[in-house]
């Protein structure tokens, strides 16, 4: 097979890419290595900044987004028992956010391709990339029960962070910043509307809660656990128990409403940054290249803010033959996914309780948890980083 670009993984990257491209008119062929059913049944997170939702509406995969998300203006912080919203279009440029789970874009986005899009090959697994500084590298792939090879111009691994894409780049030119936190996230799914309308992120106690759902009546909530929990640890409703504990105010009558657990998974908590983005002609874009941790709800938006770019820039080479933006991308891409990595650190930290910290860290975290409470430009700070800086920029 010979194409322009060829796209390794159909997560959100690699899909909206594909999407992407074959708008602009430039060939390329997706191989993901599992099934149509895997790959959109992937419980995943479920909050889209505003870049986000423009881009999906801006390749016409933006239908169901409009008719069944949520769209939030702001969300709540809860520490010390006390409650503080901070709203989002007044303090940004009117911006929002929209609640819709990352499983339905996939659906969506696959469901495009299949009816009117580019080859997407299902049980394609990409078994070795070639010829990445040459100017036709060659992924060799099984597919069918057959070895083959794809030809292309440029090949992007949207493989996520085990994938072979970034592991194509050598190990002397390739550069992982990483942090792994004391904690994880115990993550349930239940059959009970919202207790809050917005998304609630406590520190309690006795640890991390957040509230946050999948639609009117399915409700999303995450726990703070210690590393090494396994999801049969806790009997729901010892969940239930905690989380009420957690996300407890003493200045309302809200309740936490409880109701049939449909899924229940652990998930460690990380941050991974590998640089550059780019070797020869393999470009990396998403997970494959970068992981942050689940508490802002970055990585999704950050694998769509690559993508974003990468777009451009294959656009201004098949369409000008200008291949600057294209030199430009790792660059680029690496200062808003740090920016990211930036606030999702920031907002992990000040609101989980890190094992054996002393009471003057209790008391930091309390701080900055105030400043953002008590000030219109921390909370303007906080909402612009929570809502998505702007795309192909990092101002
Ligand atoms: N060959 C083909 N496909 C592969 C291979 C391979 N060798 N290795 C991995 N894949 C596929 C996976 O099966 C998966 O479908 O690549 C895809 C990677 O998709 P994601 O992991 O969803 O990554 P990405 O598209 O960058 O989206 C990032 O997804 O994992 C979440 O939290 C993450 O929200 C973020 C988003
Ligand atoms: C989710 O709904 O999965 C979610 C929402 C917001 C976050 C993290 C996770 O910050």
Redesign the pocket.
């Known amino acids: 097979m010979r194409t322009g670009v060829g796209v390794i993984g159909a997560g959100p990257a690699g899909l909206l890419l594909a999407r992407s491209l074959y708008l602009a008119g430039i060939g390329c062929v997706v191989l993901e290595n599992r099934s149509r059913g895997h790959v959109e049944c992937r419980r995943?997170?479920?909050?889209l900044e505003q870049g986000t939702v423009d881009a999906l509406r801006a390749c016409g995969a933006a239908g169901r987004l409009d008719a069944e998300g949520m769209e939030h203006r702001g969300i709540e912080l809860r520490f010390e028992r006390a409650a503080h919203r901070v709203d989002f279009p007044s303090l940004t440029d009117g911006r929002t956010v929209m609640?819709y789970?990352q499983t339905e874009i996939v659906k969506d986005l696959v469901g495009l391709q299949l009816a009117d899009g580019p080859p997407l090959l299902f049980g394609a697994a990409a078994l070795s990339i070639e010829g990445a500084l040459s100017d036709r590298p060659v992924v060799r792939f099984r597919h069918a029960g057959r070895d083959q090879t794809l030809e292309c111009d440029y090949v992007v691994g949207c493989d996520g962070f085990h994938g072979i894409a970034r592991a194509a780049v050598p190990a002397a030119v390739r550069r992982t910043y990483e942090r792994d936190y004391p904690y994880s996230w115990l993550?349930i799914l239940a059959d009970v509307p919202p207790s809050s309308e917005e998304?609630v992120?406590a520190r309690g106690a006795s640890g991390f809660a957040?509230q946050?759902?999948?639609s009117p009546s399915v409700s999303?909530l995450?726990l703070q656990v210690p590393n090494g929990t396994l999801a049969p640890d806790w009997p729901d409703e010892r969940i239930w128990d905690e989380l009420d504990a957690r996300l407890a105010v003493d200045s309302t009558d809200w309740r936490l409403k409880r109701g049939p657990v449909t899924d229940k998974s652990v998930t460690p908590m990380r941050c991974r940054v590998t640089e550059p983005m780019r070797y020869g002609r393999l470009l990396l874009a998403g997970d494959a290249a970068h992981i942050v941790p689940?508490?802002?709800?970055k990585g999704l938006n950050l694998a769509v803010a690559d993508v974003h770019l990468l777009a451009r820039a294959f656009a201004a080479l098949y369409h000008t033959g200008s291949t600057e933006p294209l030199d430009a991308y790792s660059e680029l891409a690496l200062r808003r996914v740090w920016q990211a990595a930036r606030f999702s650190d920031d907002?992990t930290t000040m609101l989980h309780m890190r094992p054996g910290a002393s009471p003057f860290h209790d008391r930091m975290q309390l701080a900055r948890l105030h400043r953002i409470a008590d000030s219109r430009e921390a909370a303007a700070e906080f909402a612009a980083n929570y809502t998505g800086l702007p795309l192909c920029s990092t101002g």
Not at 44 to 47: F, I, L, P, S
Not at 294 to 297: D, L, N, R, S
Request: glycine fraction near 16%.
């Open positions: 995943r997170a479920g909050m609640i789970a993550g998304l992120y957040l946050s759902m999948r999303r995450y689940p508490t802002g709800a907002l």
